[in-house]
């Protein structure tokens, strides 16, 4: 259709210079039918235990409670999994949660399901054809126990998390200059150290001053912090003892998977907090125990 | 007040945020330490009220200094004073409360506290500081009174923010949906009223979020509730770290006269047992005739605005006469050697020549005219 107006010759011959550039077009990977369940976790740093302690609780879980053959992917990034969180289970439609002949059949099918973590007890439960809400017990060996775990679950998570050297308590932190002049490079660690932390901890420059609060500049008490994740794993070294499982239960408990995961991962972080589990010698060989028992139920 | 011949302040401090509603202080953290150190330790300590975080030696409350030690945080500071115990028996004979504590119960005991801290402290900080009602008739307006002029008006925000994050991870930060205010001139004719989407009718989703919050509560409480199952105390019907812990919380959910009773009116019927257990841990701590003794605090001033180094806490020891004489000895030779190296370049420097060459040649010129002019 032809223009009224054309564009003058000049203009045209100036905008040549700057001609527009076109990149290939990038095709989405290709993938085949899912035939296992999968599990999407971020990459592991020895032979299939994943470096996340979240991903690797999980992954212990799915060990622990006997499923084998469960399958491993690393190459996908935390953005694209559901809620932004690894990991998540990414199952075949036939042995998915939602069983439905229509849904088996329709477009897409071999893409199955993707459940996020907080489905996967459920769909584990669905598998092996058990209901975990009829034992009001939980697996432990008895109500004082079922109590007590919960205890040790906000003791590892509080206090054993806040040592991890994701919370970069052994490494450098950028200098407070560092983070004003370049908001966007400092990692935000010190907002997960925000949630576990108690009391919060107080901004740099204080509470009372006119700078107002960032939420990277944060002082950190690195000692009082190192001091009672000694404390932690001291008593955590004393309650398991000699047992089999911890707190006396008879077989893997979601706490046993909790504990595997961070002592694993303590294992290998730098000396100052590997020393402490290093130097309990049931610990130690409880981890090992573990590890062969979950490394066992994956597979590339 | 301390008796008329002991007039030494003790040597240990503990720094605290400021009591409130007849309780020593209004964080849980720092009532759970004053009662404790009452119970370990009386009237061998005292107590310095901070308004703010910043006025404590590692810059978070509670905290307790000794002489050139400071410790923060709550497990530290029983681990601490249960430490003088083992090194000064004869001063402070029963400062270990747990001592009585098998080892299991003592690993228990540190899961216990974890669990405590974090749990409770939610449900406590999320009462005194997210809730909207609590926040403006109570919380706001006490924390605004312990600061002057220009603080009052920007730090309490900033305390109520720093709770934030973590409330949020928890599920317990309510976002607060405003109630728009019926105008005061009504008109004639009514807009036809659209409806209002559920979230963001404010009285439907106040009454969720308290739904949600009491179910949280009773969780928690059903645990402790469990854990003390019908005993007078946790361990061994023995008074122990954990259950002053647990009952400091307990007491920051009962006595403050919140403006919202359902939960005082939940925990009086439903769970007694924690309640009375709290009330006699407090009763054996600061029941009649004890008392706490108070340092006062350092007054807030304008300077506080500008943000200073983290004070240190170092005391300053008296010097002896011997670091005396170093130090004068030390500052004679500083003296005398900077006196001697002016003296060496004063005297080895060349005499001002620049001035002089400007005479000689002024001189030189002036004398050339000189013949020039008697020349011609």
Same mark, same amino acid.
């Given at each position: ?300 | ?12 401090? @503990?720094?605290? %945020?400021?009591?409130?509603?007849? @309780? ?24 310095? *009220? ?18 050139? /030690? ?8 029983? +681990? ?20 009585? @504590? ?62 934030? *994050? ?15 205010? *019926? ?8 807009? &036809? ?72 009116? @939940?925990?009086? *019927? ?29 007054? &807030? ?7 200073? %180094? ?15 004489? /170093?130090? +004068?000895?030390? %500052? ?12 060496? &370049? ?8 620049? %001035? ?21």
């Amino acid at each position: 259709m032809a223009s009224f107006f054309s564009v003058p010759a000049p203009l045209v011959r100036f905008n040549a210079r700057f001609p527009l550039a076109l990149h290939p077009p990038i095709h989405p990977r290709a993938r085949g039918p899912i035939t296992a369940p999968t599990l999407w976790i971020a990459p592991p740093s020895d032979n299939l235990l994943s470096s996340d302690v979240e991903c690797l609780k999980w992954q212990a879980y799915l060990a622990l409670r006997g499923l084998k053959d469960v399958r491993l992917r690393w190459d996908i990034a935390p953005e694209g999994s559901i809620g932004g969180a690894l990991p998540n289970l990414h199952v075949p439609i036939a042995i998915s949660l939602l069983k439905s002949e229509r849904l088996s059949h329709s477009d897409g099918a071999e893409d199955g399901e993707l459940l996020a973590a907080h489905s996967i007890p459920t769909w584990v439960d669905a598998k092996l054809g058990v209901d975990s809400a009829e034992d009001p017990l939980e697996g432990y060996v008895d109500p004082e126990a079922r109590i007590e775990s919960r205890a040790w679950v906000a003791l590892l998570e509080g206090v054993v998390h806040a040592a991890l050297p994701t919370q970069m308590i052994s490494q450098p932190r950028p200098s407070y200059f560092h983070s004003l002049i370049f908001p966007a490079s400092t990692p935000p660690t010190s907002e997960s150290l925000q949630k576990i932390l108690l009391p919060p901890p107080p901004p740099l420059a204080g509470y009372l001053s006119f700078i107002p609060p960032t939420p990277n500049a944060v002082r950190i008490n690195n000692s009082a912090i190192i001091s009672q994740y000694r404390d932690a794993i001291k008593s955590l070294s004393e309650r398991l003892g000699t047992d089999k499982w911890f707190l006396g239960s008879s077989a893997p408990t979601p706490l046993d998977a909790l504990a595997f995961a961070y002592i694993h991962r303590i294992l290998h972080s730098p000396d100052i907090i590997r020393i402490e589990v290093t130097r309990r010698v049931n610990l130690v060989a409880w981890e090992w125990r573990v590890r062969c028992l979950v490394r066992d139920g994956f597979v590339r | 007040m301390s008796s008329s011949s002991q007039t030494k302040h003790p040597s240990i401090i @503990l720094y605290i %945020w400021p009591s409130q509603w007849e @309780l020593p202080s209004f964080d849980p953290l720092c009532l759970a330490a004053v009662l404790y150190l009452q119970l370990a330790i009386p009237r061998q300590f005292s107590v310095i *009220e901070c308004s703010s975080p910043d006025g404590s030696p590692t810059g978070q409350l509670p905290c307790l200094v000794h002489e050139q /030690y400071a410790v923060a945080l709550y497990p530290s500071i029983v +681990k601490y004073i249960s430490g003088l115990q083992t090194a000064d028996f004869k001063t402070y004979p029963r400062a270990d409360l747990d001592a009585s @504590l098998s080892h299991k119960e003592k690993a228990q005991k540190v899961a216990w506290h974890a669990h405590a801290e974090s749990h409770l402290g939610d449900l406590v900080y999320h009462y005194l500081y997210s809730n909207q009602e609590n926040w403006r008739k109570l919380t706001g307006t006490a924390l605004a009174s312990m600061f002057p002029v220009p603080q009052k008006y920007y730090v309490p925000q900033r305390i109520r923010d720093s709770y934030r *994050e973590r409330l949020l991870a928890a599920g317990l930060w309510k976002n607060f949906v405003e109630e728009t205010a *019926e105008s005061p001139f009504p008109r004639d004719v009514k807009p &036809l009223e659209t409806k209002k989407e559920l979230h963001k009718n404010p009285a439907i989703s106040q009454a969720f979020e308290r739904g949600k919050v009491l179910q949280k509560v009773q969780t928690e409480l059903d645990i402790y509730q469990k854990l003390l199952d019908g005993k007078s105390f946790i361990f061994r019907n023995q008074l122990s770290s954990v259950d002053v812990l647990v009952a400091a919380h307990i007491l920051l959910l009962t006595n403050p006269p919140y403006p919202d009773v359902l939960l005082k009116n @939940l925990l009086v *019927e439903i769970y007694p047992t924690l309640s009375s257990h709290a009330q006699s841990v407090f009763n054996a701590a600061l029941g009649e005739g004890k008392s706490l003794s108070c340092i006062p605090p350092p007054s &807030l001033s304008l300077w506080d605005v500008i943000p200073s %180094w983290p004070k240190g806490h170092a005391s300053k020891k008296q010097s002896t006469d011997e670091e005396i004489q /170093y130090r +004068k000895i030390r %500052w004679g030779f500083f003296g005398l050697a900077l006196g001697s190296l002016v003296t060496y &370049l004063s005297i080895i420097s060349p005499r001002p020549s620049v %001035w002089q060459d400007a005479e000689d040649n002024n001189e030189n010129n002036n004398s050339h005219t000189g013949t020039e002019g008697r020349a011609i």
